[in-house]
């Protein structure tokens, strides 16, 4: 448990950091949201310090809206070109998200579990969490599915995301997202959560069991998982 975001932040990119010092061509997994904002922003101070270097790393995002273009302010393609790839200098050959837009769906779905494959698979991947438990779009179910696909968001889900939307019928309704299958095979997970909000989803996460009504709960049977949340989000840990 870390005091404030700031300090979370600060600690996450130290974890991350000490990842890509040792590793140059390191593959890494990344997340969007609120929550990893401090991250970026953090580690973006890092290259400008030449404290470390991301000319070699391959990242590659959690999820994408759907149907969104790159060029709209809201997708994920130009929250990470804003907010980390541009500043921190990767090249965009290194830098992979979902296709928003796709002429077939299930096509390039499939291309992207290829393109990390081809990598060599995820070295470190960056969560978030949703209020529900979600983790990366994967939303709570009777399943979940194992591999990059096309999901409904859930009404907690647009919810939530509405504050980042002038209007509510302007909030997507699907997205494309990795699934926990893709999530898992990461050889390292870091887990961020930060806020009141968070709390009860921690909880279940942490201390629950292993449930697809709580999809981060899974991670429980990952061999190695870093989970960072600060005093407010561990409110119902103590």
């Not at 400008?48 to 997708?75: M, W």
Request: aromatic share 8%; glycine share 8%.
């Amino acid at each position: 448990m870390l005091r404030d975001y700031q300090s979370l932040s600060e600690q996450a990119a130290a974890l991350v950091g000490d990842r890509i010092r040792r590793n140059p061509a390191t593959v890494l997994g990344l997340a969007t949201g609120s929550t990893p904002l401090g991250l970026y922003r953090e580690l973006v101070k890092m290259v400008r310090r030449g404290v470390i270097d991301f000319g070699e790393v391959v990242t590659f995002n959690l999820d994408e809206y759907y149907p969104i273009a790159k060029e709209n302010p809201q997708s994920y393609y130009y929250y990470m070109q804003r907010h980390f790839w541009e500043p921190a200098a990767i090249p965009p050959e290194r830098a992979h998200i979902p296709d928003g837009n796709p002429d077939d769906v299930r096509a390039s779905c499939r291309d992207y579990e290829l393109k990390i494959y081809r990598a060599g698979g995820i070295d470190l991947q960056i969560l978030g969490i949703g209020v529900n438990g979600h983790i990366g779009f994967n939303e709570p179910g009777e399943e979940l599915m194992a591999k990059t696909h096309l999901v409904s968001l859930s009404g907690e889900t647009i919810a939530a995301n509405s504050r980042f939307f002038e209007k509510a019928a302007d909030v997507p309704r699907m997205a494309i997202t990795m699934g926990l299958g893709t999530i898992m095979k990461a050889r390292e997970i870091l887990l961020l959560a930060a806020g009141p909000d968070k709390g009860t989803a921690i909880r279940e996460t942490v201390k629950g069991g292993l449930s697809t009504r709580v999809p981060a709960s899974l991670l429980q049977a990952h061999p190695r998982v870093t989970v960072m949340v600060d005093r407010e989000a561990a409110r119902y840990l103590r």
